[in-house]
């Protein structure tokens, strides 16, 4: 089981306080952290605090860019290495958005095929798929051959709501990326609540909306200080879900922003 909140953690080594976001994170009862491999200095920096404080109740879950089995193999050789671990919990095929790489994963010596090795031989628990695509969702959501997906879901982008709630009905773990609207909008919404905006778009109740979704499994916003990583915390442990005219409100309250 993983906590309703984990961490993205591919922008948090650009930051002069990365250790302790991280740690934050930690300290405060997050127990799934998200990287990949070629998140850069992502999977180092975690290895350095695993190394340091051990791995005991946390589950990591890397990315390979590869399409084929012999890459995507040797990246969770190096993820192991990297992470200082015996085993990762979830290994996943990154950004797989469109058939033709959908095709080719899918090839006898395609990367599904590598995990699948990884797996039975005990290097990785269970195998994942991230995508931006709701044609390769779909395949996903039809598919027997993923334990978990990763998609982007938010109230700047609701579409694949309908997707989530068939993912959960197979008993396929859903991984919210982005549940904060990425692309900048986080700042900017800070920017207009430090200016006295007191409306409903606020990253409190952007959080609640996803987690309001009784299919998405975690959320996992990025964050690279631990201020950040505490204010979610703080949502999370006072969460209330959101009504379905409050989610209206708040999609509406986003498509005006952007």
Known sequence: MVTALGLGAMDTPHSPQAAETVEAALDHGVNFIDTARDYAGSEFLLGQIVRARGAAGLHLASKTFSHTMNGSQRDIDRSLSTLGVDRVDLYQLHDISTIEAWDRVHREDGALA??????????????????????????????????????????????????????????????????????????????????????????????????????????????????????????????????????????????SLY
């Open 114 to 255: 590598g995990l699948r090795d990884m797996r039975e031989r005990g290097h990785i628990g269970h195998i994942g798929v991230s995508t931006h695509s709701i044609e390769v969702l779909e395949r996903v959501v039809a598919s027997d051959a993923f334990d978990t997906v990763m998609v982007e879901y938010s109230a700047f982008y609701p579409q694949t709501a309908r997707l989530i709630e068939r993912a959960h009905a197979r008993d396929i773990g859903v991984i919210v990326m982005r549940p904060l609207g990425g692309s900048g909008r986080t700042s900017e919404m800070r920017g207009r609540i430090a200016a006295g905006y007191e409306g409903i778009l606020t990253p409190a109740n952007l959080l609640r909306y996803v987690l309001s979704h009784p299919g998405v499994s975690t959320a996992i916003p990025g964050a690279r200080y631990p201020s950040r990583v505490i204010e979610n915390v703080a949502t999370v442990s006072a969460f209330v879900p959101l009504t379905a005219e409050e989610c209206r409100e708040l999609e509406t309250a986003a498509a």
